[in-house]
């Protein structure tokens, strides 16, 4: 069992930046692929970047790419969403995820059985 925790969203102007971490409880976090969610009003909640139990292997969607960079440090079971050049239609409530032991990183909610409670960002024009 994995309990996920977010933290670091708030209001941010364009072109800002803003980091949200993800604790871990259970001592096997670092067997799990994790992943960053997030969802707008409205919309269906959507991957935003994911990376591998080991932290060699990265995703990013689309419109993310470039300005947002996923890391974890298994050593404190924490997984973190650097976010810069953010932008309107970044805002959304973000979502933590943990993925299936020792699986790839998955882009569907499906894939992903552990969820935080989420962290919201909004960023102004």
């Known amino acids: 069992q994995v309990q996920l925790v977010e933290s670091g969203g708030g209001l941010v102007q364009a072109g800002g930046s803003l980091r949200l971490s993800c604790a871990a409880s259970?001592?096997?976090?670092?067997?799990?692929?994790m992943g960053w969610f997030r969802q707008a009003p409205g919309k269906e909640r959507e991957i935003v970047a994911g990376?591998?139990?080991?932290?060699?292997?990265?995703y990013y969607a689309d419109s993310v790419k470039g300005r947002f960079t996923i890391s974890r440090d298994n050593a404190k079971n924490t997984v973190y969403l650097q976010m810069n050049g953010l932008k309107p239609e970044d805002t959304a409530v973000y979502y933590c995820a943990g993925g299936r032991r020792y699986a790839p990183i998955g882009t569907m909610t499906s894939q992903y059985d552990y969820w935080g409670q989420g962290t919201p960002v909004t960023v102004s024009s």
């Open positions: 259970g001592r096997t976090f670092s067997s799990y692929p």
């Open positions: 990376i591998t139990s080991s932290g060699s292997s990265t």
